[in-house]
């Protein structure tokens, strides 16, 4: 039997199998506007399609059947390469990013190298916010049993966006979600970053407060304030003006990851992504942000808010990833569950 110190988590910008995602099946998630928000996911899922394949969890009576015609039209107006498979796996919700499994690939020159494991850890829906969560619970497991992925459990609270990681044993992280008592009464950065390097084999963990996305109800994830583009940069959520409530917050964020630095004892280098304008539903201020943009393979998947600064963010990811296609999905719906891009997919990495 290996060991997980066979294993490494990879970086998200390494190359995939496949997506998975979960079609959104509950309206409480989108009050008032659910009626908009299939045919908005589909055009995010035929836009992932056109670069990779996509795995949808779509169990249910009739989720499957309502589901595939709105993807098969919007795979059609992209142009998408793949086409999606719809699995018979049923959820509670879409936030595929934390209810999902995360895959560790078998380190080469190892006993493990080809393999994959799955780390399958407990899940609450954010502190017990959202019941119910007893499918979403389920999922990393029945993915991995659909595989025949051997799933270890740590027994431990952890959404997949509170952790980001560059694919070389550096994780970051966010203080106001990780060591929230929500999730994992007692937890400590000692003891949060014990599991982080027992179970993703983490050597070095970077801390940031994690505060600043106004609307955010994760209690911070850190998919939507910092994101790893290399094994150094790191993009960091910017207020939309210095003197934005959020500011403060953000340049506490920024402040934090400037002073980090990686396993081998490089600083790392961060980058200001400029946020747009506040968006609002019924009084209530969204957690619009670029930073929550999807790496699928050859491309950078971004949400986007029919604002001045969409294409601002564009071009600077353009930059970052050179090599990769940027393209920006209308979110301005979708945002209104709280989530985007990232919250919504978990790349399942190739072999």
């Known amino acids: ?6 294993y490494r988590w990879p970086a998200e910008w390494e190359q995939h199998d496949a997506t998975w995602v979960a079609w959104p099946v509950n309206p409480d998630t989108w009050p008032g506007i659910f009626d908009r928000i299939p045919a908005a996911f589909a055009e995010f899922v035929a836009a992932i399609a056109r670069f990779e394949p996509v795995r949808i969890l779509a169990g249910g009576i009739g989720v499957a059947e ?3 015609p709105l993807i098969d039209a919007a795979c059609s107006r992209h142009g998408s390469r793949f086409v999606p498979e719809l699995i018979d796996i049923p959820v509670n919700d879409s936030w595929c990013r934390d209810h999902g499994p995360i895959f560790l690939m078998g380190c080469k020159g190892t006993t493990a190298a080809g393999q994959r494991v799955i780390i399958d850890w407990n899940y609450n829906a954010w502190g017990g916010k959202y019941p119910p969560w007893d499918l979403d619970e389920l999922t990393a497991r029945r993915i991995g049993k659909r ?3 051997r799933s270890l459990r740590p027994d431990l609270i952890l959404e997949g966006g509170a952790i980001e990681g560059n694919g070389a044993s550096t994780i970051l992280t966010t203080e106001s979600c ?3 008592p929500n999730r994992n009464a007692g937890a400590t950065r000692e003891s949060m970053e014990s599991v982080l390097k027992q179970w993703l084999q983490a050597i070095n963990i970077v801390w940031i407060p994690g505060h600043g996305i ?8 850190i998919d939507q304030v910092a994101r790893f583009v290399d094994e150094r940069r790191v993009l ?11 500011a403060g917050d953000l340049r506490a964020n920024f402040e934090s990851v400037a002073a980090g630095r990686n396993s081998i004892g490089e600083s ?4 200001p992504l400029v946020m747009p304008q506040p968006k609002f539903v019924d ?3 969204l957690p619009a942000c670029y930073c929550n943009y999807y790496l699928a393979n050859g491309a950078v998947i971004v949400p986007t808010f029919g604002d001045p600064a969409d294409d601002t963010a564009m071009q600077l990811l353009q930059d970052c990833y050179p090599d990769r296609t940027v393209a920006g999905v209308d979110a301005i719906d979708l945002i209104w569950g709280l989530g985007a891009f990232h919250c919504m997919t978990q790349q399942q990495p190739a072999v």
């Open 214 to 221: 106004i609307g955010d109800d994760t209690d911070g994830h």
């Open 1 to 6: 039997m290996n060991t997980l110190s066979d």
């Open 268 to 271: 790392l280098q961060p980058i």
């Open 66 to 68: 309502s589901a595939s």
């Open 147 to 149: 595989l025949q992925i």
């Open 283 to 285: 009084g209530n201020r």
């Open 178 to 180: 990780l060591l929230n």
């Open 236 to 246: 960091v959520a910017a207020p939309y003006h210095p003197d934005a409530a959020e």
